[in-house]
């Protein structure tokens, strides 16, 4: 890492992007080096500029925070990523370090110090919202273990997502995608479409307006 923390912005508002590049704009050390509107261009930007830290937004069209995440963390293992979320539930939380992420910020909190969290996490560190800084378990023995790729394929499904447009999403065949989907029912014991829904929203997996 060199001496100035290179960020990418990653939200698909762009007044809230201009908002974040204003503040960090503003601190010493820091450099936003891009920005992206989506979970792809996240992924796209995030292999072209390398950057140390990532702040992403949890809920983006396409590919979502997470799922961005977990895609970017193939190529660049050492980045650090900063996931900025609505949701104060522990299930989110744990989503979101599954994925990869070192820091959990809630992104409706006038007080966050977003400067301050990028540079710990630049550092190694896990950040997590002092809101949020209640013990959880990372998981439920009783939770099915599914992989970051079933997980990715169970959030996409779970957004009513068809096996085309999913595998067009992550790079797959479409018959990938339905192995992924059959190896998913299986897992969780479930045999229809709703009940993979149900199952996604209540563990936090995906978020449903």
Do not use: W
């Amino acid at each position: 890492m060199t001496t100035e923390i290179r960020v990418l912005l990653a939200d698909d508002h762009s007044l809230v992007r201009k908002g974040f590049r204003r503040l960090l704009d503003d601190e010493p050390g820091i450099k936003v080096v891009g920005e992206a509107c989506n979970g792809v261009q996240a992924v796209e930007l995030a292999r072209s500029l390398r950057p140390d830290v990532i702040v992403m937004d949890m809920s983006m069209p396409g590919l979502n925070g997470n799922q961005a995440t977990i895609e970017i963390l193939k190529f660049l293992p050492g980045v650090g990523v900063v996931i900025l979320s609505m949701y104060e539930e522990a299930n989110y939380v744990r989503n979101a370090m599954k994925a990869g992420a070192r820091g959990y910020l809630l992104k409706n909190a006038s007080e966050v110090d977003l400067a301050a969290a990028i540079k710990n996490v630049a550092r190694g560190r896990k950040v997590i919202d002092e809101k949020l800084q209640k013990p959880f378990d990372m998981q439920h023995e009783s939770e099915p273990q599914l992989t970051p790729r079933e997980r990715q394929i169970l959030q996409l499904i779970a957004e009513a997502k068809s096996t085309r447009e999913i595998a067009a999403l992550l790079d797959l065949s479409a018959n990938t995608v339905a192995v992924h989907r059959a190896n998913i029912m299986d897992r969780l014991g479930v045999h229809k479409t709703a009940e993979l829904v149900l199952y996604a929203v209540r563990s936090g997996i995906a978020q449903i307006p």
